[in-house]
């Protein structure tokens, strides 16, 4: 049976650009020469294309558009207010990022940088999530996903950082407790780097449980320790899976089944947020992932949103560098959301990320038993 899933983009999210500059510009400073040479060190200067580009974007409509889904809703996102922003961000912060509009600079040691497009298509991005949630409250649909950029889950409260501007996901979740009614919002933040953003954002805070399955530092951006698990009253709602590289579908498989599920039962959340990276996938070259991982990770989100919060789940693309993985995963999920089951991935041999998988159930157990 078909199930209605809204889809959100808005191209003017491919205005966000930072690429092709003249070598002589003058944000080409010999200090983001050498930033560049080391982050990416086969790069030519002359021909630098920067990673997070707008064709992320086109291939997964393209893919949509060719291979069409019954039961797609295509929408148009509003751009988050600067009031909805400054519920995560520092106002100094917005106003910086306001403040480039129609502008190119680089905001961060790390390649994030903007172009005259960017602004624009941040507010895009991080409104995405609030239109969604909107829509579902409003009971057009139970399930959402947002092909979205530039990603966030790498922006902190006061700063930019990995392609991120605005916390995209941070934003949403915020919305959704302060307007929306929903008490208690949980994430899991499945994209290959640690969510260090949404962590800062949400880590003394108790009714945003995140977690987070990553590449283990030192990988970027080096965070998502075990022990890092909240503070304050915050205490015990960052639940952070560092796996290793080459970690594949069974790994996350088991993410879901021992961490995310019980976690899940336990805390009982209002509405479920994915932050969507799709850099698992093994064409990203790091991890073993492929589109059949993503899709049963999709089906298992359903059936939990199913039975714990009516249904209401929504993912927030944000990583993912291979155009064809993108669009592989991105088409892959969107099916199993409108309601075409799947009930097998395939599975490699020895799976390096389930032993990770087991050792972070294992001290995560140890707190609560410590806790109870
Ligand atoms: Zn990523």
């Known amino acids: 049976m078909t199930t209605p899933v809204l889809v959100y983009y808005d191209m003017r999210m491919l205005g966000h ?26 790069s030519n200067l002359e021909t630098y294309s920067h990673p997070e ?45 306001e403040s480039l509009e129609g502008e190119s600079c680089w905001l961060a040691k790390d390649t994030t940088a903007v172009s005259p497009g960017s602004i624009e298509a941040a507010c895009l991005a991080a409104g995405a999530g609030i239109s969604a949630c909107e829509a579902i409250s409003a009971g057009e649909a139970r399930r959402a996903f947002c092909i979205l950029r530039p990603p966030g889950h790498h922006a902190h409260s006061d700063h930019a950082s990995g392609f991120c501007l605005y916390n995209n996901l941070a934003v949403t979740a915020a919305h959704a407790r302060a307007r929306l009614g929903y008490e208690r919002v949980m994430v899991w933040d499945w994209d290959m780097h640690h969510g260090n953003g949404t962590q800062e954002i949400f880590y003394s805070d108790p009714s945003v449980l995140v977690v987070d399955s990553h590449c283990a530092a030192p990988f970027y951006p080096g965070s998502g320790l075990l022990y890092e698990t ?3 009253a915050g205490v015990g709602s960052q639940i952070n899976v560092p796996l290793p590289l080459g970690s594949g579908n069974a790994a996350l498989l088991k993410v879901f089944d021992e961490v995310v599920k019980p976690a899940a039962k336990a805390f009982q959340p209002d509405i479920l947020l994915v932050s969507s990276g799709f850099d698992c996938h093994h064409l990203d070259m790091v991890c073993a992932m492929d589109e059949t991982g993503f899709a049963i ?8 949103a199913d039975e714990l919060c009516d249904g209401r789940l929504v993912l927030l693309l944000e990583g993912g560098y291979n155009a064809q993985a993108l669009a592989d995963s991105a088409h892959a999920v969107v ?29 995560h157990q140890g707190l609560n038993t410590r806790r109870a």
Not at 22 to 40: G, N, R
Not at 336 to 357: F, H, I, T
Request: proline share 9%.
């Open 335 to 363: 099916k199993v959301l409108a309601g075409n089951p799947v009930n097998a991935c395939n599975v490699m041999p020895d799976d390096p990320g389930c032993e990770a998988v087991a050792d972070a159930v294992q001290f």
């Open 297 to 304: 990770l999709a089906q298992r989100m359903s059936d939990l």
């Open 53 to 97: 580009r707008p064709d992320r974007l086109t291939a997964i409509v393209d893919r949509l558009m060719l291979d069409p889904i019954e039961g797609v809703r295509w929408m148009l996102p509003a751009a988050a207010s600067t009031a909805q922003l400054e519920r995560v961000h520092d106002k100094t912060y917005v106003a910086h990022i």
């Open 230 to 232: 909240g503070s304050g």
């Open 17 to 42: 650009n930072p690429h092709g500059w003249d070598p002589s510009h003058p944000a080409w400073t010999d200090a983001v020469k050498a930033m560049i040479a080391l982050q990416y060190p086969n």
